[in-house]
């Protein structure tokens, strides 16, 4: 069950960007799997992607059309079928598929994405369930089916998750609107994690590509579930251009910082809804380092809490075990860590004061705290005026029995 999260409702609508999906039957029969979305002309498109050397096809694929592109007019997503350590066979399919979708659209297959999510390593004919069911999705197209889209791209996830923002810009107001799946595999190097953010701004060029590294960089970046980062990974921006403003194209526009932070509230938003409804999740752990002398040893701090089987299962069993705490932050690989001027906070609790155990915590307001669904964790290293913050939850026994199942 997701930790503090609700089923998205009223997500709003981005001129210049349709929705439809359909059931392609590509892995489960009678459930939409299968999404299409088409967006208006002079839409402009960029995109991040996973760093895992085993890449999926589709990611091979998207990551060429973008390059080649002169404007991308539509993104396809199957769920059921990762198309991943498929070969040449699994490049062939991504391709084919592409070819599927220009034609019933009537543009060019370098102007279609494809992306995928599901089982790793299976073949399955892609490009026939997709052009079988392919008029479902473009009769359905509408620009409010955000909904209905999100649900349509879950695997493992328990819950939708979309979510809309709007910021005023010079009196116009824009709307800024995604949605993303995942649960488990999540440790994104981006730049299983899908995303899909769109704008009506006239976002352009080295802004569009700006906003969207530093949106993923505060949000998906910086969340892990079990540390296992996926092969089909993307997170995709799209501005329509629809809005009555003119273009935003460098990031010394004024325009730019209130545009790119809603971007990014959208992103961390879908981010920590993913955590959130981690595989088996029951407690969501947001983990704040402080007083380090730069931001990538918080962050090796952070990550290194965050990945200890040992942590999250006592956060699962609600046990204030502060020593597992500090055995992570010692071998975080911090030189010369001073460990007499550390700092440990569960929620409002100091737990730990100069290095050791402060005088006047007590088990059972350490216990307090862990009963929690929500735990905030916070470290001051006292060497330096750097910080860093991540999101993950707890292991429990669903995790071990969802991965188990997985593909039986």
């Known amino acids: 069950m997701a930790v503090g999260l609700q089923a998205p409702r009223h997500i709003l609508p981005v001129a210049g960007v349709r929705l439809g999906v359909a059931e392609a039957g590509i892995r489960y029969a009678n459930r939409r799997d299968l999404t299409l979305i088409h967006l208006a002309a002079e839409t402009q498109v960029t995109g991040v992607f996973t760093r895992n050397r085993f890449c ?48 019933y659209l009537g543009c060019l297959p370098e102007a279609v994405l494809p992306f995928s999510t599901g089982v790793i390593g299976e073949s399955t004919a892609l490009a026939e ?61 981006m730049a299983t994690l899908l995303a899909y953010i769109a704008t009506d701004a006239p976002l352009q060029g080295v802004a569009l590509q700006r906003c969207l590294q530093e949106a993923v960089a505060q949000s998906f970046n910086r ?10 990974d993307a997170c995709i921006l799209m501005a329509t251009g629809h809005a009555a403003l003119s273009p935003i194209a460098a990031v010394t526009d004024p325009r730019y910082a209130g545009l790119r932070d809603a971007v990014t509230a959208v992103a961390q938003w879908l981010a920590q809804a993913i955590v959130r409804d981690g595989e088996g999740a029951t407690k969501f752990i947001p983990i704040q380092i402080c007083g380090g002398r730069d931001e990538g040893e918080c962050l090796r701090v952070a990550y290194r809490m965050a990945h200890s089987p040992l942590i999250k299962t006592a956060f699962f069993a609600s046990d204030p075990n502060w020593g597992r705490l500090l055995a992570a932050i010692g071998s975080a690989g911090v030189d010369d860590l001073a460990v007499d001027g550390v700092q440990v906070w569960l929620g409002e609790t100091r737990i730990v004061r100069d290095g050791a155990r402060d005088p006047e915590y007590t088990e059972a307001a350490g216990r307090a705290v862990m009963a929690q669904a929500e735990i905030p964790v916070r470290v001051d290293l006292g060497r330096g005026s750097a910080e860093a913050q991540i999101w993950t939850c707890d292991l429990s026994y669903d995790y071990v029995r969802i991965n188990a199942d997985y593909r039986s």
């Open 129 to 189: 369930k997709i052009a079988a069911v392919l008029p479902d999705c473009v009769e359905q197209l509408a620009e409010t089916r955000w909904e209905e889209a999100a649900a349509a791209i879950m695997t493992t996830d328990t819950i939708a998750k979309a979510c809309s923002r709007q910021v005023d810009i010079d009196g116009v107001t824009i709307t800024v609107t995604g949605m993303a799946k995942g649960s488990g595999m999540i440790r994104p190097d």
């Open 56 to 103: 999926a096809a589709p990611v091979l694929v998207a990551r060429r059309h973008l390059t080649m592109a002169r404007g991308v007019r539509a993104l396809i997503i199957n769920t059921g079928n990762a198309n991943a350590g498929t070969g040449r066979a699994g490049l062939q399919a991504a391709e084919a598929s592409c070819r599927v979708v220009a034609q």
């Open 223 to 232: 969340i892990t579930v079990d540390g296992d980062t996926s092969t089909n």
